[in-house]
């Protein structure tokens, strides 16, 4: 089945220990994304990757960092998590289709920092 | 800039009545246009897109027409259905990096029985 997985789905951390949450898709996509959900906000991208070994920051990418060695997987880590960083986090990937870029994305981390 | 507005929500009917969520959108270039469906405690699901204007994208009863004029994709639905209730996001890709979505902040349908 094609799909994009995430590790953990829930998560309860406190102030400044690193936590590493994992991104892994199954369909041999390019291009790979992580979104940050807030009320209110929507999504916001954290950080994309257009390829192995090509990253870039988003709208919001203060407080992580990705890192892209192999096509599937595209983990976040945040070095030093803060309270401001409790969200709901989405891993997503993309490919071409009908005339356009379609993104598929996971099934959500939902991250507590106290 | 590339932004997506939405109407805000909550947005609460009656299982068989007539829904309409906005969304109108600024981009610089020639955007695609897609809806996304958020279902409690998962990701998101493509619901249904349009790529040029005039466009008409459809999907489980859902439909929305790229309206280039007016810069709007506005969500209908004839007849709302109780399993329906979900956080809707409108949503663009502009080229040449189509790959990178702006999202609306997206509306919450709840349908009463």
């Known amino acids: 089945e094609a799909q994009v997985t995430q590790n953990p789905r829930y998560l309860i951390t406190v102030t400044g220990k690193k936590l590493t949450v994992t991104c892994s898709q199954n369909?041999?996509?390019?291009?790979m994304s992580w979104y940050r959900q807030d009320p209110g906000l929507g999504l916001r991208q954290i950080y994309y990757?257009?390829?192995?070994?090509?990253?870039d920051k988003g709208d919001v990418p203060e407080g992580y960092k990705v890192s892209r060695k192999e096509k599937r997987n595209f983990p976040l880590i945040l070095e030093s998590p803060s309270p401001n960083q409790t969200s709901l986090y989405f891993c997503?990937?993309?490919?071409?289709?009908?005339?356009?870029?379609?993104?598929?994305f996971g099934p959500g981390t939902r991250l507590t920092v106290t | 800039g590339n932004s997506v507005t939405q109407m805000e929500g909550p947005v609460t009917l009656s299982e068989e009545a007539f829904l309409t969520i906005n969304c109108t959108y600024t981009?610089?270039?020639?955007?695609?246009l897609f809806w996304y469906v958020q279902y409690p405690g998962e990701g998101l699901q493509l619901l249904l897109k349009?790529?040029?204007?005039?466009d008409k994208g459809s999907n489980k009863g859902f439909e929305a027409t790229y309206r280039k004029e007016t810069t709007s994709f506005h969500l209908e639905k004839g007849s709302v259905q109780v399993s329906d209730s979900a956080v809707y996001f409108c949503?663009?890709?502009?080229?040449?990096?189509?790959?990178?979505?702006?999202f609306g902040p997206g509306t919450r349908l709840s349908v009463l029985p």
């Open positions: 949503a663009l890709s502009v080229p040449p990096y189509g790959q990178n979505f702006v």
């Open positions: 349009a790529t040029k204007a005039d």
């Open positions: 369909m041999n996509h390019e291009y």
């Open positions: 981009a610089t270039g020639y955007p695609s």
């Open positions: 990757s257009m390829n192995v070994e090509v990253t």
């Open positions: 997503a990937s993309s490919s071409y289709r009908d005339r356009s870029y379609e993104q598929y």
